[in-house]
């Protein structure tokens, strides 16, 4: 992964996301194995949930727990 010469157009990426995106891979794989060799739908359902915390380093998206911990983090509350 990553800029290649003679691809049609280039990107810049960090190795961070680059690391991301091999990780999410892996775990695509996993879950495709989990599902067409053992018909294990959770174990599927866990990979993917993997994949999506992977991609979302990249994307920068955050969660309600990451929102929680930025408000208690910043406020006083309760008192």
């Known amino acids: 992964m990553g800029f290649q010469t003679g691809m049609e157009g280039g990107f810049l990426a960090r190795r961070r996301h680059l690391d991301a995106l091999d ?3 892996e775990h695509l794989q996993i879950g495709l194995v989990q599902l067409t060799e053992f018909h294990a739908g959770e174990l599927l359902a866990e990979e993917l949930r993997l ?3 992977y991609l979302s380093e990249i994307t ?3 969660t309600s727990d990451d929102l929680l911990g930025n408000i208690f983090s910043s406020f006083c509350i309760g008192k």
């Open 60 to 62: 920068g998206q955050f």
């Open 51 to 53: 994949v999506q915390s």
């Open 23 to 25: 990780k999410a891979a």
